[in-house]
Nanobody, 115 residues
Framework: QVQLVESGGGLVQAGGSLTLSCTTS????????MGWHRQAPGKEREVVAR???????NYAEFVKGRFTIATDNAKNTLYLQMNSLRTEDTAVYYC?????????WGQGTQVTVSS
């Protein structure tokens, strides 16, 4: 069974930092593509950042220069380092992974940025 478990969300002041983690139950090498998505109240889920198994990354324009996606292959963990947080970054953050043609989602972790 494939499971993705996020952690690291919380409440932070604007300008602060948080690091989200997503640990997989299968080798992270078995995922061809992984990413972080977010969904704010009343809005659709949107892609934040993605990383391929080859290490290529891409970011949504609204997080470029502030967020960094990375993996620790030995720990089977995906990270999202979030700096210079803004109130508009408030959302539930989900990790997702594409494995053998199927997309898997974590349960989500709440990030709240206060002004």
């Amino acid at each position: 069974q494939v499971q993705l478990v996020e952690s690291g969300g919380g409440l932070v002041q604007a300008g602060g930092s948080l690091t989200l983690s997503c640990t997989t139950s299968k080798s992270i090498f078995s995922f061809t593509d992984m990413g972080w998505h977010r969904q704010a109240p009343g809005k659709e889920r949107e892609v934040v950042a993605r990383i391929t198994s080859g290490g290529s990354t891409n970011y949504a324009e609204f997080v470029k220069g502030r967020f960094t996606i990375a993996t620790d292959n030995a720990k089977n963990t995906l990270y999202l380092q979030m700096n210079s947080l803004r109130t508009e970054d408030t959302a539930v953050y989900y990790c997702a992974g594409l494995r053998l043609g199927r997309l898997y989602w974590g349960q989500g972790t709440q990030v709240t940025v206060s002004s």
